[in-house]
């Protein structure tokens, strides 16, 4: 079992007029699930069981991986000075060369947004006196060829100079509705097999599929983090985008009905 394939299905099964009560756990070969609150869930199916039927409830995990093929880069641009005044021009004529350079390797207005700027004092000394001015100004980036990603980063460190941070940087898949279906088919396969096995060691069959609910949460972009302002400015930085992968958790409640005797 690899470590990226690794789930625990939880199991009760609860034997309605008997009184008997039998959890269990079992371990599957499947994705962990995120642990972030469910997001996204699909209504349970309708409940076609009877009331005092004996039912069995399980838990399924499954996954799916692609290769991403969008990147997000936050950036930005740290200056300070002993004014707010300077600070805050020298900061905006960075920032319009780093956008300008931006815009020259070929991304567009729509993938550029300003997502943060800041102005504030910086302290110093025993008694913490305003000693300087920093201004911080935040730029999105999205990028869709992931080759120009090294590139792009690069120029941005040469457009801003030593004002350069390289906040972090996301791999993402664009459209993940397929790979979700696939980790969620996966999961529901996992479920539906464990029940049959913990039918089958209580002498029973599973019958109607009472409930199926999605508790996956909604996939999230893989983010790395970089160093202190102006680290980004070695040639050819490396960017590998490595697999993306999306994980599913759902909860299914079958009836149990008496096996079959083998004829």
């Known amino acids: 079992m690899t470590t990226r394939a ?49 039912t069995v409830t399980v838990q399924g995990y499954g996954s799916a991986e692609a290769q991403p093929n969008e990147l997000t880069i936050s950036l930005g641009v740290q200056t300070q000075s002993s004014t707010a ?31 943060g700027l800041t102005v504030q004092p910086v302290y110093t000394g025993p008694k913490q006196l305003i000693t300087s001015y920093q201004v911080v100004d935040n730029v999105t980036v999205t990028l869709y060829d992931l080759a120009e990603a090294g590139k792009i980063i690069d120029d941005a460190a040469s457009a801003a100079g030593n004002a350069i941070v390289v906040n972090s940087i996301a791999f993402s898949v664009k459209d993940d509705t397929a790979l979700l279906g696939q980790a969620r088919a996966a999961a529901v396969r996992q479920a539906t ?71």
């Open 6 to 54: 690794r789930a625990a299905v939880l199991g009760s099964l609860l034997l309605a007029g008997t009184g008997l009560a039998v959890s269990s756990s079992i371990v599957g070969p499947a994705a962990v699930a995120s642990a972030a609150p469910a997001s996204a869930s699909l209504v349970p199916a309708a409940i076609v069981c009877p009331t005092n039927a004996s």
């Open 193 to 263: 097999g464990q029940a049959q096995v913990m039918a089958a060691a209580a002498g029973m069959s599973l019958g109607h599929l009472c409930s199926l609910v999605d508790n996956s949460s909604e996939p999230s972009p893989v983010s790395f983090a970089s160093g202190a302002p102006g680290k980004a400015t070695a040639p050819s930085t490396p960017v590998q985008p490595g697999e993306e992968q999306v994980t599913a958790n759902v909860t299914a409640v079958y009836e149990l009905v008496a096996a079959t005797p083998a004829s």
């Open 85 to 115: 005044a300077v600070a805050l021009s020298t900061n905006s004529a960075k920032a319009n060369a780093l956008i300008a350079k931006l815009e020259a390797d070929g991304v567009t207005e729509q993938d550029l947004q300003t997502s």
